[in-house]
């Protein structure tokens, strides 16, 4: 079992809808959690980081965490076309002394005009 | 200010060649992290440094990989006699020093590595 898991996708949703992303995690004691964007050909962009149960809002961008159930998740809403990237869930794991991300094989998002 | 520079950009390498990957993390960061991503999966850890120091080195998958950062900042990734699956995006992180919650890590462009 991998540490951290997102389904492959692609996930397709037209102009405006919401997106929603999700992401499974091992480490029961985990205690931090990204997500991050990366367009085609480019770098990892963070888009939201999540610490503590429950929702955290950035504009259009939500994210959800449940330590009991080991999962967070990303809600897009409105989503655009320029949205369509690969989301990356990405987690620190307990006890760990360098704060590496360990991360899922993304989420492939499209979004149709 | 200036983010986090990666060069080359682009490397071939014949198999078997040595090659040197270059990391200029934005100044001040004293966390200077680097990652493998290979086409289609997530970036996977390769090493840290705080400062000049290689703190963890659990991730270089063999021998033929070796990372310093010799003055604190310039960070250089070496992999000896390389091999096929070598081919990956090589990705540089820096962050602020860790003091509790850990901080944002932000990437370099990347140097996409191709091994014949």
């Known amino acids: 079992q991998k540490e951290v898991e997102q389904n492959s996708g692609p996930l397709s949703v037209p102009e405006g809808a919401i997106a929603s992303l999700n992401c499974t995690y091992s480490?029961?004691?985990?205690?931090?959690f990204f997500w991050y964007r990366q367009y085609s050909g480019k770098s990892p962009e963070l888009i939201m980081s999540?610490?503590?149960?429950g929702d955290k809002e950035d504009g259009r961008f939500t994210a959800q965490l449940n330590k009991a159930s080991q999962y967070v998740s990303l809600l897009i809403r409105d989503s655009q076309p320029s949205d369509s990237a690969t989301y990356l869930c990405?987690?620190?794991?307990?006890?760990?002394?360098?704060?590496?991300?360990?991360f899922g094989t993304g989420t492939l998002l499209a979004v149709q005009p | 200010g200036a983010g986090v520079s990666q060069s080359p950009r682009y490397k071939v390498a014949k198999r078997g060649q040595d090659v040197a990957l270059r990391c200029d993390p934005i100044s001040g960061h004293v966390s200077l992290f680097w990652y493998q991503q290979a086409l289609g999966q997530g970036p996977e850890f390769l090493t840290y440094?705080?400062?000049?120091?290689?703190?963890?080195k659990s991730g270089l998958p063999s021998d033929r990989f070796f990372a310093e950062r010799p003055e604190g900042s310039v960070s250089t990734l070496k992999i000896q006699r390389t091999q096929q699956e070598d081919s990956a995006v090589y990705l540089c992180a820096s962050s602020l020093v860790d003091r509790g919650r850990a901080r944002t890590q932000y990437f370099g462009p990347g140097t996409r590595l191709l091994v014949l």
């Open positions: 990405a987690v620190i794991p307990y006890g760990g002394a360098t704060n590496k991300l360990i």
């Open positions: 480490d029961r004691g985990s205690q931090s």
């Open positions: 999540i610490y503590s149960n």
């Open positions: 440094f705080q400062n000049e120091a290689q703190l963890d």
